[in-house]
């Protein structure tokens, strides 16, 4: 029904950048929030980043200064800057989307498959 297609992990040293996307497709009538997680081998999923239909956004305390999240409306896509990248970081991030869709009108939260960050020398 609805789809988020995750890309940009991959392998980064300290200190070194990347950028996520997520893109969401399907019945959509309109997505009230975009977030990121991460989830790290033994550890629980956390909540990165988040922004909301007007703009809002939170950041965990972790990442705040370092990561940035940014979303296109119009092309239902979200993003997420992450700088000076530490090997704390490394984990498989997910995006999450909160979508009212179509035919029936729900509201349903989605995620995508995951994209593996590893930040390593």
């Known amino acids: 029904q609805v789809q988020l297609a995750e890309s940009g992990g991959g392998l980064v040293q300290p200190g070194g950048s990347l950028r996520l996307s997520c893109a969401a497709s399907?019945?959509?009538?309109?997505?009230?929030?975009m977030g990121w997680y991460r989830q790290a081998p033994g550890k629980q999923r956390e909540l990165v980043a988040r922004?909301?239909?007007?703009?809002?956004?939170n950041y965990a305390d972790s990442v705040k200064g370092r990561f940035t999240i940014s979303r296109d409306n119009l092309n239902n896509t979200a993003f997420l800057q992450m700088n000076s990248l530490k090997p704390e970081d490394t984990a498989v991030y997910y995006c999450?989307?909160?979508?009212?869709?179509?035919?029936?009108?729900?509201?349903?939260?989605?995620w995508g498959q995951g994209t593996l960050v590893t930040v390593s020398l």
């Open positions: 999450n989307a909160v979508v009212i869709t179509t035919s029936p009108r729900r509201t349903l939260a989605f």
């Open positions: 399907g019945n959509i009538f309109s997505i009230t929030a």
């Open positions: 922004i909301i239909s007007v703009g809002s956004t």
